[in-house]
């Protein structure tokens, strides 16, 4: 309570960093991070894919990370996200965009090499 008003740029990251030091994971954290997990992960989010059906893959990228989503009818079979190395951030947006569709076509390449036309769709602006 106590605390000095701020003034320089140091006093204000040793209030944030005191600031973060506090912080806690209470068990209701926990329990929340659990739940979230096992929601993401289960069955009813995620389904095994089967071969009688296409695949769909949906990409989005930006300056800082690329992300896509395999899915088939409608339903994820799974999803991949990651940020960029240092010397893609200054890429034109075209690059940005082969670059996480060839991220995709390598992580899900069991599913996706040898079918006529997979479908790869970047997310619409």
Known sequence: QGWPRPLTPSDIASFLGLSD????????????????KSILTSTVVLILPKETYGFVVYCDTSRIWLGCVLMQNRKFISYASRHHKIHKKNYPTHDLELAVVLFALMIWRRYLYGLVTPRIQERAK
């Open 21 to 36: 030091y506090n912080r806690r994971w209470f068990e209701t954290c926990e329990k929340s991070f659990q739940e979230l």
